[in-house]
């Protein structure tokens, strides 16, 4: 049996075997305007406490994380399940019987009572490398708690970032908009007076249509994204709207993100990563239970109680006890069905190792996808804001020479569109700056460490990820 034992073990199982997909450092160009230590409170520190509320509300709410703590109280229940296993057990029984065991004896009344125990002696390491793969299971599933919270987060304050740069953009369009109504009716008039062509009254209206008709297309996707909101908080749709006005067209500005670690450093920051690690570990020890499980089995049972029996002739009554049986079991012949098992798990084993390095190199490009838009948006900032001066006062210019009768309609309406255009792209790139700050949030893992605990289902919970 000792032989066997030495056999039984898989190979250890070091998850940062599986980490050498992390480079030494990183290739894309760091923030430098400012850092912040603790990605918990980060929603705190934008400058829009509503943002701050909703993302109270939508963690309250959300079923995602219902199902995340639901996956914890399951992965619980099988880490107790299985450190049982590695336990004796103790069942209590009680019988009474009345009969007669042969013709020649008495009618005999026997009662019993007695505690009966029996143990698995985990000689070859099976029990013990199920309670490992439930631990590892069990620790996965907290994490999976806080990688859905962060999810949540990110949802949220993306949905917010979109109702609010389209509230701006409904700005620059409805002013647009009234530009292009005034030019209508200023065409009107000097085309009745004489002093346009109809031509030009038809281009002045139909450029004021088509002005209308955007500014209903961009508020019926503002409200399409205030009822998003509305789905991901359970916020009553009037409250919500009301406290929207007080902030319309204004993007959320957030604090600034350092990041001066290396690579590697991600993986414990990632509650994905520190998933797909135990999902490795937990394979590795699927691998030792399988292999365990082709070996022989030792049980040892005992009892004690006490038994009375009555008849006719006399009345017995003291303890009884056993030490036994000890069972030893060999499986011989199974079809095969044990190897299969090993394999599976050794496939399974290799599969999460794949996994595992796939999520580190995708960690490691997510992070620095963040910090190529952050470099780039702040890159296009002065250049976009420049564009957007020079455009709206192209526009001004050709429009007061409109009004005074020197320039055309069609060069008004150029300019018109360049300069809208160009005030869109500005607010399309805060947009993209903000984005690429909420990008790099998740990559960073939202602050969370493989220390930070995860609640049980009726545990408070905590406000903001």
Known sequence: MATLAGCAGGA??????????????????????????????????????????????????????ASARSRIEQSRATRVAAGASLLPTLDANANASRGRQQPDLPVTNTYSAALQAGWEIDLFGRNQAAWDAARARYAGAQAGWHEARVAVAAEVASTYLQLRSCEAQLVKVQADTTSRNETSRLTDLATKAGFQAPAAASLARATAAQGNALAVQVKAQCDSNVKA???????????????LADRAGSLPVPALIGVGTVPADVLNQRPDIFIAARDVEAAGAEVSQ????????????GSYGRMRIETSNYELEGPSWSVGP??????????????????AARARYDESTVVYRAKVRGAVREVEQALLDLD????????ARAAADGF??????VE????????????????????LQAQINLVDLERDRVAAWISLYRALGGGWTPA??????DAPQPTTP
């Not at 000890?326 to 394999?343: H, M």
């Open 12 to 65: 250890p199982v070091d998850v940062r075997d599986a980490a050498t997909a992390a480079p030494a450092q990183w290739h894309a160009p760091l923030p430098h305007d400012g850092r912040i230590e603790d990605l918990n409170r980060w929603w705190q520190q934008f400058d829009d406490p509503l943002l701050s509320d909703l993302q109270t509300a939508a963690q309250a709410v959300n079923p995602t994380l």
């Open 229 to 243: 909101l509305v789905a991901l908080t359970g916020f009553e749709e009037p409250a919500l709207r009301s406290r």
């Open 290 to 301: 399988a292999k365990a499980a082709r070996l022989p089995r030792v049980t040892l049972g």
């Open 326 to 343: 000890l069972t030893v079991s060999l499986p011989l012949f199974d079809g095969g069905a044990r190897a299969a098992n090993v394999d």
């Open 376 to 383: 780039s948006t702040e890159a296009r900032r002065d250049s």
């Open 392 to 397: 709206d006062a192209s526009y001004r210019a």
């Open 400 to 419: 007061a020479k409109y009004r005074g009768g020197l320039g055309s309609l069609f060069e008004l309406e150029d300019a018109r569109r360049s300069a």
């Open 452 to 457: 930070a605990p995860a609640p049980s289902s």
